[in-house]
């Protein structure tokens, strides 16, 4: 297979699921280093393809999917971290990045894709085993998210719980 057979295999591959394809899986697969799909995935995005890397791997942008979006601002605490992501994704929502503004770097942004109570659970679990601190710690709780949702209602309903437990920042 050469390289422009490769990079379609890769677009097919990641238009088809909805579930991410680490770099090093895909190169064992393609009998190609891990770097060649480095460059593969650049190369793509080069070619305007909306391909996102998150920690479980590469995905297809929901923008390609006519998702319904809006970002939101969250203000609380990092023990409610878990609790905002669940009830995101109970009404069936993708919380697909956490964006703080921070005073020395700007804007810093974090790919999440998180779709699922397993993907909660697991994102969870990384902060714990890892001890890291979420980036909400450097900005007092304050932070955003871009949300997207299949349809109008189903956003609807994820902006009313998360404004009845008071995770939305108000006017």
Same mark, same amino acid.
């Given at each position: %297979?050469?390289? +422009?057979?490769?990079?379609?295999? $890769?677009?097919?591959?990641?238009?088809? !699921? @909805? !579930?991410?394809?680490?770099?090093h899986?895909?190169s064992?697969?393609?009998?190609?280093?891990?770097?060649i799909?480095?460059?593969d995935i650049? $190369?793509?995005?080069?070619?305007?393809?909306? $391909?996102i890397?998150?920690?479980?791997?590469?995905? #297809?942008? @929901?923008?390609?999917?006519?998702?319904v +979006?809006?970002?939101m601002a969250?203000?609380?605490?990092?023990? &409610?971290?878990?609790?905002?992501?669940?009830t995101?994704v109970?009404?069936?929502?993708i #919380?697909? =990045?956490? $964006?703080?503004?921070h005073?020395?770097y700007?804007?810093?942004?974090?790919m999440?894709m998180?779709?699922t109570?397993?993907?909660?659970?697991?994102?969870?679990?990384?902060?714990n085993?890892? +001890?890291?601190?979420?980036l909400?710690?450097l !900005?007092?709780?304050?932070?955003?998210?871009?949300i997207?949702?299949? @349809? =109008? =209602?189903? %956003? &609807?309903?994820i !902006?009313?719980?998360?404004?009845n +437990? %008071?995770?939305?920042?108000?006017d």
């Amino acid at each position: %297979m050469n390289s +422009k057979e490769r990079r379609k295999y $890769i677009e097919d591959l990641l238009r088809k !699921t @909805n !579930t991410p394809h680490k770099g090093h899986v895909l190169s064992e697969e393609l009998g190609v280093t891990r770097q060649i799909i480095v460059k593969d995935i650049a $190369i793509l995005r080069a070619e305007g393809k909306k $391909i996102i890397a998150t920690p479980e791997g590469y995905l #297809i942008s @929901n923008e390609e999917k006519n998702l319904v +979006k809006k970002v939101m601002a969250f203000c609380h605490k990092a023990d &409610d971290i878990e609790d905002e992501l669940k009830t995101v994704v109970k009404f069936g929502g993708i #919380i697909e =990045d956490v $964006i703080i503004e921070h005073s020395v770097y700007g804007e810093l942004k974090g790919m999440l894709m998180i779709k699922t109570l397993y993907d909660v659970e697991n994102f969870i679990k990384k902060i714990n085993e890892h +001890k890291a601190e979420p980036l909400l710690i450097l !900005t007092g709780g304050i932070h955003l998210h871009t949300i997207s949702a299949e @349809n =109008d =209602d189903i %956003m &609807d309903n994820i !902006t009313t719980e998360l404004k009845n +437990k %008071m995770y939305l920042l108000s006017d």
